[in-house]
């Protein structure tokens, strides 16, 4: 009895504690809730915020106390710092879900461009990987530990200090591939004749620096025949977007690129001591040249059809192709960084994207439209900005601490970009850059010691199968697609090659083998342990990126080590807080680091996990079947049916889909203005099409996905909801909620006009409103009106992936 007794007096104790944590924690949060809208407003000038009506009360039959389950708490605690309930959700569900995010984080923007969910689930786990390396790592720790731990610890040290010029340094690698730089040697530079010894040294300067100048390059399955892999080479990346050079509204963005391009050749300048010339007439030169580059290149909504961009190449024919570049050089430079000598015997494919930037490059050395001079100078420029964190501090640019983001899904487009996510915390920073630049260092480590990781990726997929499930039940209710389309769309599905948490293929069961074979796979970042200067570090990893993962990958006698064609290519680190669809895979990659707060919890409510990671699953799903996935078939092949159009569907299937995708890219243009001021407004529909038709239709695919969990694993009883005040919210209202906060986003205006500028994503607030608005599944679980703006006519919805 006494221990009966006393048991129950814990209890008590136990429920009690948790209520008054509820409510406190609840306190805390709504207090900064007051006078929401109007701070909204000015904190954050991207976000519409009419005033609306205070949204009508939801009715609940639920208790008003808590659960008593602390997860369930901690799950609703993370909605509520988003919540706000002075916005009719039927009007805007985005504000009503995130607008309180945007006062509780208004003071975190600081000098960084965003703060969003992702990010903050990002920062977590770099946090707590740098923690734990930092407690565990010793001699007897793997190779690949230590090494993810010195670069780590060197990264925060060399940060935490005065900046080391190394600008020297930089300049003899110039020297010894260029003859050295014009506007540091003056007229004692001399431009180089023999186009062989210049094209290899800009692909040696992009092996050493995974920086691609003049050209972007990566290896990755050959679209057509994806039994081996091949070297895809197109145009460069550019530090500003295409629209700001080529359009004159953007005169002002162009005149700025001006004075940063030359503020950043003076502290160069400065630091070597050069030669007199005039850097602000170099700068304009420099720029010039990426107009030109800008003009010749091919515009995003002209890079989604991949069969125009699938142009295959005899390498042998390459001189022949294009006279006065030697790409063959260039490509011999990157192939060295394998240890190969004979290049053609490791390019089985060849493919030029855009043959016609080619051929304007060929013509613009053949014909010496630009001096030579000018393009070194601009090559040294990228080379300098890149490692502008190794030169003296000048009190005018900040230090770049700074990620190399990937562009594109998966690696199918890489490169270090200009526009970059900033963080403040030297942990996030450091452990992300040896993150993006060797993906199974970070990734290993976090994998091995994430305690839950079986159970979640046993969890997850049986939540995707789910997803799949309902996204083929979908495809079947379509009265715009034939049988035999149907058919081929089912094919894919079945398919569809799912990789869940981390490469099996690679980490094995985290065992002594597999200790080895993971530090054998990162043998070429040994060098790390050998040097505590941090820009060594950097180039050791950033080569190592370039061989690893990409050239390594050639050579289709490597299987022993590990996968050159593989459907099951990670592509990135299970360190990543995001998920990939890989279309010449047929592919879906859902990392370790995603299946985490705040998107997904093994011990969370359902609900919340099909918003959260089941929209995600369901998201790169669909990308199998947008306007870029529907071009490739079951086994990633590009499939060119004839001139005019690519893909498995038939010629009556295709035009239901086009029709179909050209609602969404004419709702996006039409409706989606996050921007009151400037020159950009909206969204490209066209060039943010993929994405738009992923959420839509995926987001769809989880919410049936949701209900069948419902039914066949609760028996239909629904389940049990979040502890007061989030429990006047249905289960389903929760799955809406958490998708509506996986998005809140903080930007500022400059950061939000370059993402609609360059980004294939729709802005957070789009991404949001708009989906809502085309699910009617949304509008009746909210009790909406027809009329409101969630809840339009059926006319005015694009029905996505689904017939009614």
């Known amino acids: 009895m006494a221990a009966s007794g006393l048991a129950t007096i814990v209890g008590v104790f136990v429920t009690v504690a948790i209520v008054i944590g509820s409510l406190i924690v609840n306190i805390i949060i709504l207090s900064k809730v007051n006078n929401v809208k109007s701070t909204v407003s000015k904190i954050n000038d991207n976000m519409v915020t009419p005033d ?18 602390p997860k369930y708490q901690e799950a609703a605690s993370y909605l509520m710092q988003g919540l706000n309930e002075t916005f009719d959700p039927c009007e805007d569900f985005y504000s009503f879900t995130c607008g309180s995010y945007f006062v509780l984080h208004q003071n975190d923007l600081g000098n960084v461009s965003r703060v969003g969910t992702y990010d903050e689930g990002q920062t977590k786990i770099n946090q707590w ?57 003056g007229d004692s530079w001399k431009a180089i004749s023999d186009m062989t010894k210049f094209f290899g040294a800009v692909g040696k300067l992009e092996l050493e620096h995974a920086l691609g100048t003049l050209f972007s390059t990566l290896v990755t399955v050959d679209y057509v025949n994806t039994d081996k892999n091949g070297i895809f080479v197109g145009q460069p990346i550019l530090a500003l977007p295409r629209e700001f050079y080529v359009k004159p509204q953007f005169l002002s963005q162009v005149l700025n ?28 030169d420099i720029v010039n040249f990426e107009i030109s580059i800008a003009i010749a290149s091919w515009p995003d909504d002209q890079m989604r059809n991949y069969k125009q961009q699938y142009n295959l190449y005899n390498y042998a024919k390459l001189s022949s192709a294009f006279k006065s570049i030697s790409l063959t050089s260039y490509v011999d430079a990157l192939v060295a960084g394998n240890g190969q000598t004979d290049a053609q015997k490791q390019v089985n494919s060849l493919i030029i994207t855009q043959p016609s930037f080619f051929s304007w490059l060929d013509s613009v050395f053949e ?4 001096k030579q001079e000018t393009i070194v100078n601009y090559i040294a420029y990228q080379f300098i900005a890149n490692n502008q964190d190794f030169q003296p501090a000048d009190g ?31 942990r996030d920073i450091c452990v992300g850059i040896i993150t993006d630049l060797m993906p199974y260092g970070p990734g290993y480590f976090y994998t091995k010691n994430r305690a839950d990781r079986e159970p979640a990726r046993a969890d997850v997929k049986i939540q995707t199968g789910y997803v799949i499930e309902s996204f083929r039940e979908m495809v079947g209710t379509l009265t715009w697609m034939t049988k035999d389309s149907q058919a081929k769309a089912y094919e894919k599905a079945d398919k569809l090659i799912q990789n869940y948490g981390y490469p099996e293929m690679l980490f094995g069961s985290f065992k002594g083998d597999d200790d080895a074979r993971v530090d054998k796979y990162n043998e070429d970042y040994k060098g790390i342990l050998n040097t505590d200067d941090f820009y060594e570090i950097m180039k050791i990893l950033s080569k190592g990126m370039e061989v690893r993962e990409f050239f390594k990958i050639l050579n289709n006698d490597y299987t022993k080590d590990y996968w050159p064609t593989s459907r099951h290519n990670f592509l990135a680190s299970p360190a990543t807080v995001n998920a990939w669809y890989q279309p010449e895979r047929n592919s879906i990659t859902f990392p370790l680091a995603v299946l985490s707060e705040p998107y997904y919890d093994l011990t969370f409510p359902q609900a919340f996990n099909y918003g959260g990671q089941g929209g995600t699953g369901g998201h790169e799903l669909t990308h199998g079947y947008d306007d870029e996935g529907v071009q490739f078939g079951p086994t990633g092949q590009l499939i060119a ?21 050209q609602c969404v890219v004419s709702q996006f243009n039409t409706q989606c203005c996050p921007v009151k001021t400037g020159n950009v407004h909206c969204a490209n529909g066209e060039t943010t099409q993929g994405e738009n038709i992923a ?10 996905a ?21 429990n006047k919210y249905t289960p389903n209202q929760i799955f809406w909620i958490s998708y509506g906060y996986s998005w809140c986003m903080l930007q500022r205006p400059d950061n939000l006009v370059r993402q609609i500028l360059t980004n294939p994503h729709a802005p957070a607030q789009c991404r949001t409103n708009q989906v809502m608005q085309d699910i009617p599944q949304f509008a009746s679980d909210f009790n909406c009106r027809q009329g409101q703006k969630m809840y339009p006519s059926d006319e005015d919805r694009c029905k996505v992936w689904v017939g009614q």
């Open 641 to 661: 049916n004839d001139d005019f159009h690519s893909g498995w569907m038939d010629a009556n299937s295709t035009q239901g889909f086009i029709d179909m995708a």
């Open 396 to 426: 005018k640019t900040e230090r770049a601490l700074r990620y190399h983001e990937r562009r594109g899904r998966g690696l199918r487009n890489i490169g270090a970009t200009r526009e970059v996510r900033k963080s403040t915390d030297l």
């Open 129 to 185: 990987i740098y923690q734990q390396l930092e407690k565990t790592t010793n001699s007897s720790s793997t190779i690949t530990q230590q090494i993810t731990w010195k670069a780590a610890q060197t990264c925060n040290k060399y940060y935490s200090g005065n900046p080391i010029d190394k600008s020297a340094d930089m300049y003899k690698e110039m020297k010894d591939l260029f003859g050295g730089i014009p506007f540091v040697d």
């Open 257 to 284: 690129r001006v004075t940063d391009v030359m503020q950043t050749l003076t502290t160069f300048y400065k630091s070597i001591k050069g030669k007199a010339v005039d850097l602000s007439q170099i700068a304009s």
């Open 706 to 726: 949701y209900r069948k969990y419902v039914e066949r694993n609760l028996k239909g009883v629904e389940e049990d909801r979040l502890p007061y005040p989030m």
């Open 367 to 370: 014909g010496g439209l630009i």
């Open 695 to 704: 959420d839509l239709g995926g987001q769809q695919a989880a919410f049936r």
């Open 52 to 69: 609306l009506p205070t949204c009508p009360p939801m009715p609940t039959d639920a208790p008003l106390l808590p659960t008593g389950n």
